[in-house]
């Protein structure tokens, strides 16, 4: 494996997002520029005057990676350079600030790969809710308390937002299925035009689970049918992750902290089971079981 | 070429010959025609950059962030709101020192909404980091185009510009304008060389975080380069001159204030109203004089001390307000006068709010107020044209 | 010497030694090791290298978070407290 983030940068221990950026970084190679915007990676990778990237890396703003990286895009092209050039953002960006600037990408159609690492919440400023916080997951916005059972809306479905856009490649993939993301990135740098990558990368902090399991909680995350492994190409749904042994939510529910008042509380098991509903339907809609 | 058109189209059809990589902006009102015309030359195929449509403003600036990291020189033009929503980027694009360079089609804020102009949009951005030259005229709108990215674009400089024109009193008017020639301009204006580019070649990490520890060190470099470019507007401003036969000054210009008693300070279009209004008082035997600022930021004060340190009174007249104390200009040029030795009363007047004329009758009345502080001021700042009856 | 105002070489946190963040240390008993390099893959810090055939944590960058040990197919890697 080609190391393209180096050692020495600051994530907390066990956090899965250089793990992403590692696996993205290995299948796009040195013929690369990366564009990010303020989160979690950027603060850890990048103190001055020490950075963790080994390929050019620009970042801006919280809002604005996808115009900014149009602009490199722009450039490249100009310049007849196939430079793959990448956002990689968390899914603050991508799902909630970002949004304008990603419609403009998305539908001006520059040869941009969108990686998000969805750790789904604003983790850098302390695990405060997104767009992309699951049904009542605690956060700090979005805490458990005598009138509330954590954050009360459903996940926004970023990928059907990129699809709407006609977006010719959009992906979901989970950093516990490295073959699988690093297979959808060569994909996404093949693709003519944007692409939008959406990885599953749980945060040890805000999530809360036990030192170690971080790769093992995003694979639960699918196999309980929470995080669909597919791959839609010019709007077509061309290939589903199939789970081989089907688990029930509870098992990826109840190792978290975030989760934990579900099980405390009066109307936890009745959430409990709505989230089982949200894994069935997903299970159904991609026939995830054979 | 000597021709009758549209100030938006002298600025568009200058930004062509500056052959910019990349022009991305949004449509507001004053600025729209720049946009317009720039799209049509593109379209034409008189300009080979890409033109790139956005979501917002914001947007905007940032696809230019991107451009000039990747070794592009970029254009864009705004006003008002537009200028407002891109504010995050303005300090952004100046810290990261790309040396972009922006129109500015001067325009009243919001509320309540107004789209006639005033300079209240650039004069709120005076501390983002940028150099801001504002313009008498179209033909000084369209040579200090060039003149900017000379300035922003010199390796001791990397500092982004805004030019200032103020909106439909000078991007609307159609008058004869000197037309650039693109080979001459390629001539004055050499390619667009940064030492650091997003270069997988040569990877390097643009936008790193920095602490206390370095920071300040960052804003310093900033302060540094704004302080260089005090010389380097001069210098370009003299150059431009002796390429292209047209001189509208370097930090400032000034008019009949040699042996005036009486000194306007201001910026923008109104200095022509300002020129004549001065005719017929020094006609009369007022000795009236005109200093016009182009360079705002940086500041030039000690330039403009050597202009008014013979005068007995100075009158500031300016398009924006500091709501809560007084006006930009004014507090600048009191502040520039605090630790000389020079002593004088300094007046500040409001004026052109909102697309407001300004008159002759409003420019002497201002001289009046002026010449009457000179034996005891009475207030420093007052709206100059102020419609009692309606409040 | 930091300069302000300069752009940061790339690569370069490998000055900070994230090692000291540590309290358990992987230890690798490699004839237990079956080569499937996800230890390696896993990793948050690139700090596991293979050496003449053997992945070897590179403990001056290893903040110690387990992953490598609990992903291991093989049990090869178990986490044992530092002492310091
Ligand atoms: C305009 C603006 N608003 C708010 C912030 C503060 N802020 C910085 S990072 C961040 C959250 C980032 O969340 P996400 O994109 O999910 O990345 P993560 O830190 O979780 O990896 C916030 C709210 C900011 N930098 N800029
Ligand atoms: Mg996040």
Redesign the interface.
């Known amino acids: 494996m080609q190391n393209l983030l180096a050692p020495g940068h600051r994530a907390c221990a066990g956090c899965s997002m250089p793990t992403v950026i590692r696996l993205v970084l290995d299948a796009a190679g ?4 990366v ?1 990010s915007p303020t989160s979690c990676l ?2 850890t990778t ?6 963790a ?9 919280f ?2 990676a ?11 092209k ?1 310049q007849c350079k196939d ?1 793959n050039v990448l956002v990689i953002g968390g899914d603050g960006s991508t799902f909630d600030i970002g949004m ?2 990603n ?2 990408m998305f ?2 159609g520059h040869k941009v790969a969108y990686i998000c690492y969805d750790n789904e919440a604003y983790m850098n400023t302390g695990v405060q809710r997104s767009g992309s916080t699951p049904f009542c997951a605690h956060t700090t916005t979005t805490p458990a308390g005598e009138l509330s059972l954590g954050n009360p809306r459903p996940k926004k479905d970023m990928p059907a937002i990129a699809l709407a856009h006609g977006v010719p490649y959009v992906a979901t993939a989970s950093v516990a299925y490295p073959v699988d993301l690093r297979k959808k990135v060569e994909r996404a740098l093949q693709t003519q035009g944007p692409s939008y990558i959406q990885v599953n990368a749980p945060c040890i902090t805000g999530w809360t689970f036990d030192a170690g399991t971080t790769i093992e909680i995003a694979r639960l995350a699918v196999e309980t049918g929470l995080w669909p492994l597919f791959e839609y190409v010019n709007g077509e749904l061309t290939e589903v992750k199939k789970i081989r042994r089907i688990k029930l939510v509870d098992e990826y529910l109840k190792v978290q902290g975030r989760y934990k008042h579900l099980y405390k509380m009066p109307g936890g098991a009745e959430i409990l089971r709505s989230i089982q509903d949200i894994a069935d339907k997903n299970i159904a809609m991609y026939k995830l079981v054979d | 070429m000597m021709k009758v058109v549209e100030g938006s189209y002298a600025v568009a059809h200058a930004a062509m010959c500056c052959s910019p ?2 022009v ?1 902006a949004y449509p507001i009102t004053p600025q729209t025609h720049i946009v317009e015309h720039l799209s049509q030359l593109v379209a034409d195929g008189e300009l080979r950059a ?1 033109f ?5 403003e ?3 600036l ?11 020189r ?1 254009y864009s033009s705004t006003t008002s709101q537009g200028l407002a929503l891109m504010y ?2 303005l300090y ?1 694009v100046s810290g ?2 790309l040396p972009i360079v922006m129109t500015v089609a001067n325009r009243a804020l919001s509320a309540p909404l107004n789209i006639w102009n005033d300079q209240q949009d650039s004069i709120g951005a005076r501390d983002v980091g940028w150099i801001q030259l504002y313009s008498e005229n179209v033909q000084e709108a369209v040579d200090t185009t060039v003149q900017a990215y000379k300035i922003a674009e010199s390796l001791e400089i990397m500092t982004p510009v805004m030019v200032c024109m103020d909106g439909f009193i000078l991007t609307h008017v159609y008058e004869p304008v000197e037309l650039l020639d693109k080979e001459q301009v390629a001539d004055f204006l050499p390619p667009y060389r940064p030492t ?1 580019i ?3 070649q ?10 206390p ?2 920071y300040t ?2 804003r ?2 900033q302060y540094e380069a704004h302080l260089k470019a005090l010389s380097k507007i001069e210098n370009v401003a003299k150059e431009y001159a002796e390429v292209f036969g047209r001189d509208f000054g370097g930090l400032l210009d000034a008019y009949q204030a040699d042996d005036a008693e009486i000194i306007i300070v201001t910026m923008g279009s109104v200095v022509g109203t300002i020129k004549e209004a001065i005719d017929g008082l020094r006609a009369e035997g007022t000795k009236v004089g005109l200093v016009k600022i182009r360079s705002y930021r940086p500041f030039p004060a000690q330039a403009l001390m050597k202009e008014l340190k013979n005068a007995d009174v100075i009158a500031v007249i300016e398009k924006d307000i500091c709501v809560g104390n007084e006006a930009a200009l004014l507090t600048d040029i009191k502040a520039a006068f605090y630790n000389s030795n020079l002593r004088m009363p300094i007046i500040g007047f409001a004026a052109g709010l909102g697309g407001r004329d300004i008159t002759i009758k409003d420019i002497r009345k201002a001289v009046e107020k002026a010449s009457a502080a000179r034996k005891g001021i009475e207030s420093q700042f007052e709206f100059l044209t102020l419609r009692k009856e309606i409040l | 010497m ?1 300069k ?2 300069e ?4 690569g370069s946190t490998q000055i900070t030694k994230t090692g000291a963040w540590r309290t358990f240390a992987p230890a690798v008993e490699h004839n237990k090791c079956i080569k499937c390099s996800l230890c390696e893959i896993y990793c948050p810090e690139s700090c596991i290298h293979q050496e003449s055939g053997l992945f070897v944590p590179d403990l001056a960058y290893c903040k110690g978070c387990g992953i490598c040990s609990h992903e291991c197919p093989s049990k090869a890697i178990i986490m044992v407290l530092e002492e310091k």
Do not use: Q
């Open positions: 040195t013929n690369t520029i564009v950027e603060v990048t103190p001055f005057p020490e950075s990237w080994v390929v050019p890396w620009i970042h801006s703003l809002e604005n996808s115009a900014v990286a149009s602009g490199v895009e722009v450039m490249m100009r430079t304008g600037s419609s403009g539908e001006r | 990589d990349v991305s890409e790139l449509t956005v979501d917002s914001f947007s905007a940032s696809v230019l962030v991107g451009v000039s990291a990747a070794g592009g970029s995050e980027v952004n990261m020192r650091d997003l270069d997988p040569n990877p390097k990490t643009f936008g790193a975080f920095a602490d520890s370095t060190e960052f310093y470099l | 930091i302000a105002g752009l940061v070489k790339p």
